[in-house]
Nanobody, 124 residues
Framework: QVQLVESGGGSVQTGGSLRLSCTASRYSPRHNYMAWFRQVPGAEREGVASIDTRTGSTRYASSVQGRFTVSEDYAKNTVYLQMDSLKPEDSAMYYC?????????????????WGQGTQVTVSS
């Protein structure tokens, strides 16, 4: 069982930045792929970015390409999402996910473990 804990959400103005963190519990097995998703009420969960924790390969949704950067600190079992040039439409609950054979997928069904989420609000 993998436990994921997100942090770093908050409120910023348009054009601002935030860095989200997702830490896997110390004694959990590592999973090969981790990803960030976001969701607003009434909408499906949207894949934002994913990373192969073995190679560092990444994949981004077109809506965040060039503004968001996903990275990892292997020693700390932590994945980050640096979000720059934030827009009001980026406002959502952001979730971290982990999967064994997700292959950088941005589909929620490809991931087995989820954090509780952290809220991001971008005001205009």
């Amino acid at each position: 069982q993998v436990q994921l804990v997100e942090s770093g959400g908050g409120s910023v103005q348009t054009g601002g930045s935030l860095r989200l963190s997702c830490t896997a519990s110390r004694y959990s097995p590592r999973h090969n792929y981790m990803a960030w998703f976001r969701q607003v009420p009434g909408a499906e969960r949207e894949g934002v970015a994913s990373i192969d924790t073995r190679t560092g390969s990444t994949r981004y949704a077109s809506s965040v390409q060039g503004r968001f950067t996903v990275s990892e600190d292997y020693a700390k079992n932590t994945v980050y999402l640096q979000m720059d040039s934030l827009k009001p439409e980026d406002s959502a609950m952001y979730y971290c996910a982990a999967g064994l054979a997700s292959y950088l997928s941005l589909q929620a069904s490809a991931y087995s473990f989820w954090g509780q989420g952290t809220q991001v609000t971008v005001s205009s």
